[in-house]
């Protein structure tokens, strides 16, 4: 049990770490720490709701197999983390199951995700052209201290597929990227090389990304028909088969404190969870939320053991209530508008009205002085003109720059986060300088018009001839 606690109490700290300096900021850390207790939270809070060592312990270890059972990244992931907390949980665990090929719900086999060697490039020729393919989407991200790259290809099949079949996507993956050039002229014809110690990706005649590591995975619900498809077909176990896995996690009935802290936490995880959209990461109080639940594993342990409901009961409030106090003002009457709509505690937390504010708001004349002279890029992204699901959707770039505090802060306030995007971009330009830190913003036009931004120099450079969805101040 003192285990599973850790495990949560390590989420909140690597999240913590991941959005401690923006400039560093770890928006797939913070995602992947939060996503863990989706559907683990719940489990947590009953195991822990006991008074018997024996049985919490019981319920720990059947709590933590379920965890597990989800692969092997979970599997390495809570091995890992326990291991920094001091223990060693390899022996509680099962088997940790790599993934296979599964089926849809036609019963047609589904590609597995497959890391980028020179074997399974070379399994692709067979089956898809990527000489001819085009980018859809390109997205290159800051992860702490390396980067990272997500890279979409449309790619023509070379086997028969129906008339109306969507295209077949190439999603791939790269870690530890070192090289970075992709213009708007660069995004037809793709050639993946994977070697031992680097991959190199060519876009186009001129484009580039390299980097230490990646995995990819085909999209392509026609895949079944390809050679590797019907490989995959032969040997892989038919839908109707039983899984070994559990259709619903272990566990109870809470008390109604125990159930009010864990969906209150639920929900903030939920929230947490929201930076996978890189447009809700500057609006998510990642550092505030992470300080309000610090120690929450060892907390919800010690409410969970007291003997007897009712001391239960009020330990659990008493946690929630020292939550608010770790948040501070704004996260407390966040906290009492979950627990008043989502868990029908109105009674735990008591908070004074907020302050009037007044938003902030674009205008055209929104002064072109209020653009910072510097940033740090954070993120860079472009998606191609594309019919998603029948709907068309127009070409876009995004970006996320760290920016420094206002003139008006104070000099030691922290840096801050900010998201913009824009349709129809008329340049995107992207290399690796762009990454190298805070350097030069310059904006030329108006922020709601034709306007453009420029970060070191031409490393990054983006053109946006309707203007952007916020200023950039």
């Known amino acids: 049990m003192s285990a599973l606690a850790a495990l949560l109490d390590r989420s909140v700290e690597q999240m913590a770490e991941a959005a401690a300096d923006v400039r560093r900021f770890n928006r ?9 207790w989706d559907n683990n939270l719940f489990p947590l809070f009953w195991a822990a709701s006991t008074c018997s060592s024996g049985e919490r312990e019981r319920r720990a270890t059947t709590v933590l197999e379920w965890m597990a059972d989800l692969g092997e990244r979970r ?9 920094i907390a001091g223990y060693d949980i390899e022996a509680l665990l099962p088997p940790a199951k790599p993934h296979t090929p599964g089926r849809d719900y036609r ?13 399974s490039v070379d399994e692709l020729a067979p089956d898809y052209a990527l000489a001819s393919a085009s980018v859809r989407s390109l997205r290159v991200e800051r992860a702490g201290t390396r980067l990272t790259a997500f890279l979409q290809l449309v790619a023509d099949r ?33 050639i993946l090389d994977a070697g031992v110690r680097e991959i190199g990706i060519s876009l186009g005649p001129g484009g580039l990304l390299r980097a230490a590591g990646g995995e990819y995975r085909l999209d392509d619900r026609s895949w079944h028909l390809s050679t590797a498809g019907r490989r995959a077909d032969a040997v892989t176990l038919p839908r109707t088969s039983p899984s070994s896995r559990p259709r619903r996690p272990p566990g109870g009935d809470l008390g109604p404190g125990a159930h009010a802290a864990a ?15 890189a447009h809700r990461a500057d609006h998510v109080p990642v ?16 409410a969970g053991s007291q003997r007897g409901a009712r001391r239960r009961e009020a330990a659990f ?44 708001s674009l205008t055209d004349g929104s002064p072109v002085s209020g653009t910072p002279s510097q940033a740090a890029l954070v993120l860079a992204a472009w998606t191609a003109a594309h019919t998603d699901y029948q709907t068309e959707r127009p070409a876009a770039a995004q970006l996320q720059l760290a920016l420094p505090p206002r003139t008006n802060d104070n000099s030691s ?22 990454f190298q830190g805070p350097g030069p913003l310059v904006q030329v036009g108006k922020p709601t018009a034709s306007c453009s931004l420029d970060l070191h120099q031409g490393a990054l450079h983006v053109a946006a001839g309707a203007g952007w969805s916020a200023s950039v101040s």
């Open 287 to 302: 550092l505030k939320l992470c300080r309000a639940f610090s120690g929450a594993g060892e907390a919800i342990l010690a």
């Open 413 to 434: 306030a922290p840096w801050r986060l900010r998201t913009v995007d824009c349709a129809d971009p008329d340049a995107f330009r992207l290399s690796t300088d762009a």
């Open 317 to 360: 409030q008493d946690v929630i209530r020292a939550w608010a106090d770790q948040g501070g003002p704004d996260i407390t009457r966040w906290f009492a508008a979950v627990l008043r709509g989502r868990a029908g505690r109105p009674d735990i937390i008591e908070t004074s009205r907020p302050p009037e504010r007044t938003p902030a």
């Open 263 to 277: 969906a209150l936490l639920h929900h903030a995880m939920l929230e947490l969870r929201s930076v996978r959209y």
């Open 107 to 119: 019963g047609h086999v589904i590609a597995p995700q497959c890391r980028l060697t020179r074997q």
């Open 28 to 36: 797939e850390a913070i995602r992947a720490a939060s996503d863990v």
């Open 75 to 83: 599997h390495g992931w809570m091995t890992e983390q326990a291991a």
């Open 158 to 190: 070379k086997f028969a597929v129906g008339e109306h079949a969507p295209p077949a996507l190439l999603d791939v993956w790269l870690d530890g990227v070192t090289d970075i050039a992709f213009s708007l002229s660069d995004t037809r014809g793709a």
